[in-house]
């Protein structure tokens, strides 16, 4: 019958081996248990991360939309302000035309070459004031 026994002293080595490997192998499940965790965490991290991303997109969206609706409004005060200053360059022509006649009559009325004689003759009549409010009058050309 043959020997099947291992001597005990390799017997010992094979297992201090074994209980090295053991430790080895527990250590590389603590690491594999900690990666999973790791990345499990990063996925939360991302996810997150992409959420913010897009609810951070929804707000410069809104702020894109915001920016263009607040250029048409200023276009659109420019075009009216331009309007404005059309007026008050037509009104202030009328002014000058109107404070031009009255001091033509003012001068005539003062020198005394105007006479209700002469009105009848220059058909120069006063009218009577306007019953409407004068952004309602036709403006002169």
């Known amino acids: 019958m ?11 080595e094979l297992l201090r081996r ?3 490997k053991e430790a ?7 690491q594999v248990h900690s990666n999973k965790s790791n990345l499990e965490q990063s ?21 894109e939309q915001s920016k263009s609706q607040l250029q048409d409004t200023l276009a659109s005060l420019n075009e009216e302000k331009e309007q404005l200053l059309c ?8 002014n000058t035309k109107q404070g031009e006649l ?9 020198s005394g070459t105007c006479s209700n ?3 009848r003759h220059t058909n120069l009549t006063l009218a009577p004031a306007p ?9 002169p050309d």
């Open 2 to 12: 043959a020997d099947d026994t291992v001597p005990k002293a390799k017997f010992q």
């Open 18 to 20: 074994l209980s090295q």
């Open 24 to 30: 080895e192998c527990i250590v590389l499940q603590d």
């Open 43 to 63: 996925r939360k991290a991302a996810q997150l991360a992409s959420e913010s991303a897009r609810g951070w997109q929804v707000h410069v969206d809104g702020l």
């Open 87 to 94: 007026t008050v360059d037509q009104l202030a022509k009328a």
């Open 102 to 110: 009255i001091s033509s009559l003012r001068g005539q009325l003062e």
């Open 117 to 119: 004689r002469g009105a």
């Open 131 to 139: 019953s409407a409010p004068p952004s309602s009058l036709p403006l």
